[in-house]
């Protein structure tokens, strides 16, 4: 089974509409990070939380939130969806290590448009 | 600041041949450098990290990345291309304490029989 699942995989919505994007995390990680891709732009980060208690904005926050449920569940909500939101959405989790290197691991990405 | 550019969007080799991927950062601070794999419709795989140990750094799949501070480099390297490795491929700066990645905006790496 995957570390890092994100349901949906896909979703097409229209603009205007209240959007939720879940992910899940087995591998026992504190920190999670919500990104976007566009092409050409890499990702950018929107939002991240090193523990259930912390959330923080990334470079790209306006029009999203996100909620920490539990340390294992972080989702992304577009409160009202615009078509430029139309991107891939990834989650991640990362883990700090003694060394200070820090490697996240990626969910599979969910592909949103906004009509 | 910190910053990552990956100085090609697009590199074309053939199979066989030497692949070579560049990137360049700059930070006010040691960081950890990064290469990330994405194969189409895929999420992003790591390929390999630098931590401040080694400055030649070896990945999965044969590729490898050198640390050269000097330049401020982490370029991608693999002595001969497969047909497997044509993805798109990140190079990601993270600086320790400030628990954030930078990524740089890609290149995309076809391969050609």
């Known amino acids: 089974d995957a570390d890092v699942t994100q349901t949906p995989r896909n979703r097409i919505t229209k603009t205007g509409k209240r959007i939720m994007l879940e992910c899940s995390q087995t591998?026992?990680?504190?920190?999670m990070y919500w990104y976007r891709q566009d092409p050409g732009l890499g990702l950018r980060l929107i939002y991240y939380?090193?523990?259930?208690?912390?959330?923080n904005k990334g470079e790209i926050s306006d029009g999203y939130s996100v909620s920490r449920q539990a340390q294992a569940k972080f989702s992304l909500s577009l409160e009202s969806a615009i078509p430029n939101q139309t991107a891939l959405y990834f989650c991640?989790?990362?883990?700090?290590?003694?060394?200070?290197?820090?490697?996240?691991?990626f969910g599979p990405g969910t592909r949103l448009t906004v009509l | 600041a910190q910053s990552v550019t990956q100085l090609d969007s697009h590199v074309s080799v053939s199979e066989g041949t030497p692949v070579l991927l560049r990137c360049n950062y700059s930070?006010?601070?040691?960081?950890?450098l990064f290469w990330y794999v994405q194969h189409p419709n895929k999420g992003l795989q790591l390929l390999l990290k630098y931590t401040s140990a080694a400055t030649l750094v070896k990945g999965i799949n044969g590729f490898e990345a050198e640390f050269k501070k000097s330049e401020t480099s982490f370029h991608l390297t693999k002595p001969s291309a497969h047909m497997s490795d044509a993805a798109e491929y990140f190079c990601v700066v993270s600086l320790y304490n400030f628990n954030k990645f930078y990524f740089g905006s890609g290149t995309k790496l076809n391969v050609k029989p």
């Open positions: 991640a989790t990362s883990d700090p290590q003694g060394s200070g290197t820090d490697t996240q691991y």
């Open positions: 591998k026992g990680h504190d920190r």
């Open positions: 939380s090193f523990d259930v208690k912390d959330i």
């Open positions: 930070s006010s601070y040691s960081p950890s």
